[in-house]
C-alpha cells in the first residue's frame, strides 16, 4: 500500500506565495510521474501541474510563470511552489503519483487527501 500525506496549505493575501508538499510511503518500488490538480467552488477539477521522474515540467496556462513544480526523489516528496496568488487560485489541491509498488510490473494511480489553499485579502 501507498500513501500520499499532502501539507502547506492555507490563507495567503493576494501576491502572497505557499508551497505545498506531497510525501509518498509505503511499499514503493519507483515512482514515473507526479502531478497537482486543484478544484475550486464550483469549478471543474484542473490539472495544474505535473513533474516527470527526470524533471520534465508542464504548466497549465492559467499558472505559468507563476508555479513551479519540483521533487525530491531521494524523499519521494513533490513539492508546489505558489508565487503571485491570486484570489482565483483558491481551491483544494491534491497531489498524485504513479507509483511501481514493490513486487508489481505496472504502475498504481494514487491521490493526496486534499489541501486547502484561500487566497483572501
Known amino acids: 500500500q501507498v500513501q500520499l500525506v499532502e501539507s502547506g496549505g492555507g490563507l495567503v493575501q493576494p501576491g502572497g506565495s505557499l508551497r505545498l508538499s506531497c510525501a509518498a510511503s509505503?511499499?514503493?518500488?519507483?515512482?514515473?510521474?507526479m502531478d497537482w490538480y486543484r478544484q475550486a467552488p464550483g469549478k471543474q477539477r484542473e490539472l495544474v501541474a505535473v513533474i516527470t521522474s527526470g524533471g520534465k515540467t508542464t504548466y497549465a496556462d492559467s499558472v505559468k510563470g507563476r508555479f513551479t513544480i519540483s521533487r525530491d526523489n531521494g524523499k519521494n516528496t513533490v513539492y508546489l511552489y505558489m508565487n503571485s496568488l491570486k484570489p482565483e487560485d483558491t481551491a483544494v489541491y491534491y497531489c498524485h503519483a504513479d507509483v511501481r509498488r514493490i513486487g508489481s510490473s505496472f504502475n498504481w494511480s494514487y491521490w493526496g487527501q486534499g489541501t486547502q489553499v484561500t487566497v483572501s485579502s
Open positions: 509505503g511499499s514503493i518500488f519507483s515512482i514515473n510521474v
